[in-house]
T-cell receptor, first 116, second 110 residues
Framework: GAGVSQSPRYKVAKRGQDVALRCDPISGHVSLFWYQQALGQGPEFLTYFQNEAQLDKSGLPSDRFFAERPEGSVSTLKIQRTQQEDSAVYLC??????????????FGNGTRLTVT | DAKTTQPTSMDCAEGRAANLPCNHSTISGNEYVYWYRQIHSQGPQYIIHGLKNNETNEMASLIITEDRKSSTLILPHATLRDTAVYYCIVRAFGNEKLTFGTGTRLTIIP
């Protein structure tokens, strides 16, 4: 079946531009996560949704980062006034249930953002 | 969540068993051990998880010591496609997010 889909696969932005990254989770998955992965590092948590509710945004690095999931399905991560330090791979993951240790996270292949 | 310690890199010959260790000496009773791997240019892929009993699935086996302070992921017959970064993660029951470390870079040698 279809996995987590992210678009675009690659994005190049000039410093100061706004970008929007899209995530289509697996159908029926309640939980959705965004992670940021710098080169050579493990993924770092950004934010988490349960259906349309954003329950944890503790990992968002600044107020330039904003995420939404208005209908509890597709999610968008928006970065305003991009900076060079925002260059990274942005990963989206979804899981079937909330709070369930038997609901592993399924990741997409990410969007590689390069800010020039 | 408890912190994990893994070797930075390992090599394994193709066809042999790959044994990847992980230390989690501060693990608490409600924390599970998860393993994910990340192949180049892909997102992390779930492999297996367990609480205190050994677990096996079609991908791998997970051996957790009796005191739960360490575990080993076993890939029984490694292939070149198993070359990846392997992450050992401790996740508390009810905690939604996964906290990744830097993992072990496993290279399968032909």
């Amino acid at each position: 079946g279809a996995g987590v889909s992210q678009s675009p696969r690659y994005k190049v932005a000039k410093r100061g531009q706004d970008v929007a990254l899209r995530c289509d989770p697996i159908s029926g998955h309640v939980s959705l996560f965004w992670y940021q992965q710098a080169l050579g590092q493990g993924p770092e948590f950004l934010t988490y949704f349960q259906n349309e509710a954003q329950l944890d945004k503790s990992g968002l690095p600044s107020d330039r980062f904003f995420a939404e999931r208005p209908e509890g399905s597709v999610s968008t991560l928006k970065i305003q006034r991009t900076q060079q330090e925002d260059s990274a791979v942005y990963l989206c993951a979804s899981s079937l249930a909330s709070g369930g240790v038997n609901s592993p996270l399924h990741f997409g292949n990410g969007t590689r953002l390069t800010v020039t | 969540d408890a912190k994990t310690t893994q070797p930075t890199s390992m090599d394994c010959a193709e066809g042999r068993a790959a044994n990847l260790p992980c230390n989690h000496s501060t693990i608490s009773g409600n924390e599970y051990v998860y393993w994910y791997r990340q192949i180049h240019s892909q997102g992390p892929q779930y492999i297996i998880h367990g609480l205190k009993n050994n677990e096996t699935n079609e991908m791998a086996s997970l051996i957790i010591t009796e005191d739960r302070k360490s575990s080993t992921l076993i890939l029984p017959h490694a292939t070149l496609r198993d070359t990846a970064v392997y992450y050992c993660i401790v996740r508390a029951f009810g905690n939604e997010k996964l906290t990744f470390g830097t993992g072990t870079r496993l290279t399968i040698i032909p």
